[in-house]
């Protein structure tokens, strides 16, 4: 239980320090801090925007901060070393700490954060995602997540490759936290496989590094003269090809006479179906006109004739000339 201890308390010791720093070198630009033992002392590596607000002038500033680290946390001779960020746009540290600042001084949520995604991804990053919690819109607690690019939440590649920072923003309703989260643009994922070339072999090796020009040409000349052959085989057996086919054509056709009696049909057939609907035309137009004329009379004649007046005059006629005959037979 000792050791374990030993180790809870170094680095409670650690994160009060650089919560410390962070409070101290807030305008350098605060961007990370590392704590090395040595046998001469303990060094402490600042990482900083701007290195010269650090050491102050002739080394103030730097000297106080030694004095401090010594005496309120109890670091045995402590050497402070200040080093230059190389792109601040890549340190995550600096622009959670950038963020919060524009919160602070009015920015609205989401413009920070976009613009804040927008500045990393620029800059060459991989991916980077921008998380805003607290008393955003009303009395309510919200978070808002702002991302691009390709992002890794947990396993080895997110402790490789995945560097956080967290700054806090002070405002009227709340505390509002700020954590920005970047990938390494360098780094190498496992599933990003490179394929290596084989080597040249060292037989090969020689007769690729001197080959002669003379060769080269020598070559050439053989692949040229090598197309001329195969033209001139073929010029030389096209027309020889040509007459065989044809005469075998020619046999062929002669003693098969379908294939004429075939091409003689063809137009024949032509003609019949010319010829044919030429002659059903007049013997449709001629009964049409018989149709229409001859039972339009007979019907007029048939039934004009017939009056009610007709019929008993014969009926009367009939009955004399049967009693003349009757008295002459008698």
């Known amino acids: 239980m000792a050791s374990e201890r030993k180790f809870v308390t170094e680095n409670i010791r650690r994160q009060l320090l650089k919560e410390y720093l962070m409070s101290r070198v807030g305008r350098a630009g605060f961007g990370g801090l590392d704590v090395q033992r040595t046998p001469m002392g303990t060094r402490v590596t600042l990482i900083t ?4 607000l650090v050491i102050g002038r002739r080394g103030e500033a730097i000297k106080s901060l030694t004095k401090a680290i010594e005496e309120d946390f109890n670091f045995s001779n402590p050497q402070i070393e200040v080093q230059e960020v190389e792109n601040p746009n890549l340190n995550a ?34 991916g980077c995602q921008v998380i805003i919690a607290g008393k955003l819109t009303g009395q309510r607690h919200r978070t808002e997540k702002f991302k691009e690019g390709h992002i890794k939440y947990c396993g080895q590649a997110k402790l490789n490759f995945m560097h956080q920072g967290f700054a806090p923003a002070k405002l009227k309703p709340g505390i509002i936290g700020v954590t920005v989260q970047i990938m390494d643009p360098n780094a190498r994922l496992p599933d990003e496989i490179s394929i290596i070339p084989p ?32 033209k001139k085989a ?31 049909k063809k137009p024949v057939r032509r003609r019949k179906k010319k010829e044919e609907p030429a002659q059903p035309a007049p013997p449709v137009s001629v009964p049409v006109t018989a149709i229409t004329t001859t039972p339009a009379q007979a019907i007029i004649s048939a039934e004009e004739p017939k009056p009610i007046v007709e019929a008993p005059e014969k009926k009367e006629e009939k009955k ?11």
Request: hydrophobic share 35%; glycine share 8%; no cysteine.
């Open 199 to 230: 080597e040249p072999t060292a037989e090969t090796t020689p007769a690729v590094a001197v080959a002669p020009s003379g060769e080269v040409k020598a070559e050439e000349k053989k692949a040229v003269e090598a197309v001329e052959e195969l």
């Open 320 to 330: 004399p000339e049967q009693t003349e005959e009757k008295k002459e037979g008698q």
């Open 234 to 264: 073929a010029e030389a057996t096209a027309p020889a090809a040509k007459p065989k086919r044809a005469k075998k054509k020619k046999e062929e056709g002669a003693p098969a006479a379908p294939g004429t009696a075939a091409e003689e």
């Open 49 to 52: 925007e701007r290195p010269g």
């Open 93 to 126: 540290q600096i622009m959670a700490e950038k963020l919060a600042n524009a919160l602070e001084r009015g920015w609205h949520f989401r413009r920070a954060g976009h613009s804040t995604v927008r500045r990393i991804m620029d800059s060459g990053a991989r």
